[in-house]
């Protein structure tokens, strides 16, 4: 049996207690709220969409290195960061603008744009945080299910909600992994209600092949589009996240949220990251690659799946996914939670290749009712 500090039982109890008292839904609190028990040190951990791989090594070092003006602010390397990726993806540096992570700002967006009179529209099953902020504005939250092939139905929000303050697009999606075409997010901004947004969440962008959105932010629509160095740059806990957007638009979601520095540390290592060509290339093959060989698995011993494109996929376990979850802790691995609509689908995050053989091993010692 797994032993565990009671440090992280606090802390985890910490964070589920917090879920439930703000009613609040970040990625960690869902993922410990989800959680039955604790976890031990050696546990394989795959159920908050985290990159186990960290920060680069050129990112840790740059970190180090700032750590003597820790005592400054230092904003002017802010700047520096938003003016590296607007040059990189031909943009204006006054449409980049820089977060602790894109929770912040998701939550902003969400709270400026949705009312009583303004509900937020979003595909089901869908990251849940957009959600838990409508709720607080006390806007109407429409949940459209994806498509047959787990898109988002873009025709279906448009006709559900001519009052939408909020389309809130993810691609790829959070949990499905699955992507929307370009196609269908330009028709959903030239269809859209006048004075709402289409907030994009591209946290997952990196993992495939998918083209971005910052195209129509460049073309003076009425796109927010939100990036994170949370996943493919391995940086979740340093916290880290852009918000790109026309000036007018990033001023509304932004503005509630009051001025405040970066640390430094988060700065110089989401540079650092951004200025080296092989990150993302080289990450995105080493979890397609993991992904397709616990694919290949699956397949092989005849469990069923939504096929991916992210860090991320679901799996269908044909019971209550909650009692697989529960079982899968009891065997050391903890895999992520479900979704209302799909109760028997667990979300998987994809971990390294040594994780992912713990995970398979212990999967079928449950499904075969083995487990202890
Ligand atoms: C779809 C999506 N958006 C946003 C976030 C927030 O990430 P962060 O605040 O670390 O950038 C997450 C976290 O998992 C996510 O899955």
């Known amino acids: 049996m797994p032993s565990f500090s009671r440090r992280s039982f606090l802390h985890l109890s910490a964070a589920a207690s917090a879920a439930a008292a703000f009613r609040v839904m970040t990625e960690p609190m869902l993922a410990a709220a989800a959680s039955r028990r604790p976890h031990a040190a050696d546990a394989v951990v795959i159920d908050a969409n985290e990159n186990p791989l960290g920060p680069i090594q050129a990112a840790r070092d740059a970190m180090a290195a700032i750590i003597p003006q820790g005592g400054r602010y230092s904003d002017n390397l802010t700047d520096d960061l938003a003016s590296l990726f607007a040059q990189s993806e031909g943009l204006d540096?006054?449409?980049?603008?820089?977060?602790?992570?894109?929770?912040?700002?998701?939550?902003?967006?969400?709270?400026?744009?949705?009312?009583?009179?303004?509900?937020?529209?979003?595909a089901d099953p869908a990251f849940e945080l957009g959600m838990s902020m409508a709720a607080k504005t006390g806007a109407r939250v429409v949940g459209v299910p994806l498509t047959k092939t787990y898109a988002h139905d873009v025709k279906a929000m448009l006709a559900a909600a001519p009052d939408a303050g909020v389309f809130y697009i993810c691609n790829p999606n959070n949990p499905t992994g699955t992507l929307t075409p370009h196609a269908d997010i330009e028709y959903l901004v030239a269809n859209k209600p006048k004075d709402s947004i289409v907030l994009v969440d591209e946290a997952y962008i990196h993992f495939s092949d998918a083209p971005s959105t910052l195209d129509l932010v460049k073309a003076g629509k009425d796109v927010?589009?939100?990036?994170?160095?949370?996943?493919?740059?391995?940086?979740?806990?340093?916290?880290?996240?852009?918000?790109?957007?026309?000036?007018?638009?990033?001023?509304?979601?932004?503005?509630?949220?009051?001025?405040?520095?970066?640390?430094?540390?988060a700065v110089v290592a989401a540079t650092a990251s951004?200025?080296?060509?092989?990150?993302?290339?080289?990450?995105?093959?080493?979890?397609?690659?993991?992904?397709?060989?616990?694919?290949?698995?699956?397949?092989?011993?005849?469990?069923?799946?939504?096929?991916?494109?992210?860090?991320?996929?679901?799996?269908?376990?044909?019971?209550?996914?909650?009692?697989?979850?529960?079982?899968?802790?009891?065997?050391?691995?903890?895999?992520?939670?479900?979704?209302?609509?799909?109760?028997?689908?667990?979300?998987?995050?994809?971990?390294?290749?040594?994780?992912?053989?713990k995970f398979q091993a212990a999967f079928q010692k449950v499904m075969k009712g083995s487990a202890a």
């Open 93 to 122: 540096p006054d449409y980049i603008h820089v977060t602790a992570g894109s929770t912040p700002p998701l939550s902003l967006a969400v709270l400026a744009f949705t009312s009583p009179q303004k509900s937020y529209v979003t």
């Open 224 to 265: 927010v589009v939100l990036r994170t160095f949370s996943k493919v740059y391995g940086m979740a806990g340093l916290r880290c996240g852009l918000v790109i957007a026309r000036p007018d638009l990033a001023d509304k979601v932004l503005e509630r949220g009051g001025y405040n520095f970066m640390p430094v540390t």
């Open 274 to 357: 951004l200025k080296d060509p092989q990150l993302v290339p080289e990450r995105r093959r080493i979890n397609a690659g993991i992904r397709q060989r616990t694919f290949d698995w699956l397949d092989r011993n005849g469990y069923a799946y939504i096929p991916s494109q992210s860090n991320c996929f679901l799996l269908d376990t044909k019971r209550p996914g909650k009692d697989v979850r529960e079982a899968m802790a009891k065997e050391n691995v903890l895999i992520g939670r479900t979704w209302p609509l799909m109760p028997t689908h667990v979300r998987i995050t994809v971990g390294t290749q040594e994780e992912m053989e």
